[in-house]
């Protein structure tokens, strides 16, 4: 379940009461953006749908002036206050969005144009005509690609990195037996009970990428899926991740974001497409993914916050997501754009990093185990520090290239995010030591996301990051709200105020 962050409300109205009873008493209905629905003595001295002003500023300025009018601190309040009064659908022929974006390199309408130069022409490959049309208009795709002799020499290669895993812990002392008994479906949720965060060691990284892995990132079917989406320039990004989804666990249930959410915004504009590999079929109750039709297609980056629950995950709060990304985040069969897509095994789900999507806690009896890949144009910049890129294919290299998977493998992502810190000051449910008082998995996970965004629930991943002995560099990696994000806005558009 996402948390319900509490924003400020608005205060009693004070005259014309009986909008709100009127408009914002059924919040499963959601009448379009008019006039006729808008109190703007409250909220909005002029409803976006009505007469148009040039000024992006000029429409960011009404409502930051109203929200204000209104006793609320911030834009959100002054949104989810539009939405109790029957504002809350806006016109899709709006522009600009009733929220400002988290960029600051570019306008608008430049990252507009730029997500429209992602389309590519098509080229003839493994998905066909219409699944590529899927992918550039409403962000995501589903393609059969593998046989089950794709996928069984990963999955040997993660049951070689459980047993190790077990064995290790058993010599610390930190569990019974490696329970080697049980199947690849169920080992790993025996030892995340006597151990619990075990898994999220393994999501860490802890080892070595097995050939099997690299086997499979750089799939023939794979790479000509990617090829068709950016190019022959290709090469791995370096952000990816084994996931160890076992049942009921918050630290393996992410809430929505948007992948540029955990990047530096030099690369917010770069195609970076995600595939989604599960080990097993998934499905809503093992938790499968949700993704936001169309969100990508402003070219925006919306305002996140850090971090989820007891995790180390950005989140994407559902007004500032519409109100920012100009989508409806209701299920479809509510008339909204979020579809939840279960994804059988053999079958890869696409989609690029700019669709806000979520995963759905795992309420089954398995671990929902999966890979998620990711590509760029190697020529273009990752958005992250400390690793290059692993490129998989270059035309313009002598014949028999190959990646060099040896050196790249030997680098871990996680571990050069991460500045040793004092771990007794750390939660002591982190510190599960062995019997002589000095052996722990490292289960924490930092990173600049947390500097990018505002820390608006602390853990025992956001304190180890702010104990850091090596600060995240705020120059490189500045702090993003809604207050930073209109600020940006107002430069970029000349500050102009509604009169």
Known sequence: ML???????APKLHQNDSKLSQHGADQSTHPPFQNSNCPTNYVFPMCLTGPSHSSVSCRMDAIWRSTRRVGLSDAVGGFQFARRVGCRRFS????PLPLPAANKLYSDTELSEKIKAWRRPFEPGPLTRDEMEMFWDKGWVLKELFDEKDLQPSIEAIEEIVHSLAVLLVERG?????????????????????YPTASVWLHKQQFQMPAAFQDLWSHKELLGC???????????????????????????????????????????????????????????KNGCLKIVETGHKSGRTAVHHCCWSNTWYTELDVDVMEGTLGVDARDQAQGGQAITVPVPKGHVLFFNNLIPHQSLNNTSDNVRWSFDFRWQDFRSPTGYDGVD????????????????????????????RRDPVNTDSVEESQSVLASN???HLDTIVVGPWMQQWEITNQNRHTEAFLQQTTKVSTTRWPKRNLDTAKEDTDARNGSQICS
């Open 3 to 9: 948390l319900d962050l509490k924003r400020p409300v």
């Open 92 to 95: 899709t022929a709006i522009t």
């Open 174 to 194: 930190l569990i019974p037996e490696t329970f080697e008994h049980l199947p690849f479906e169920t080992r790993l949720i025996e030892i995340e009970r006597h």
């Open 226 to 284: 990617v090829q068709q989406m950016i190019g022959p320039y290709i090469a791995g990004h370096p952000v990816w991740n084994l996931r160890t989804k076992v049942p009921r666990f918050d630290e393996a249930t992410v809430p929505w974001h948007q992948d540029t959410a955990y990047l530096h915004e030099d690369c917010w504009t770069t195609l970076q497409p995600t595939a989604w590999v599960p080990l097993v079929d998934t499905n809503e």
């Open 389 to 416: 890129a692993i490129v998989m294919q270059n035309p313009d290299a002598e014949a028999g290239f190959t990646p060099n998977w040896e050196e790249w493998s030997s680098k871990n992502a996680f571990d050069l």
């Open 437 to 439: 008082g000095s052996h």
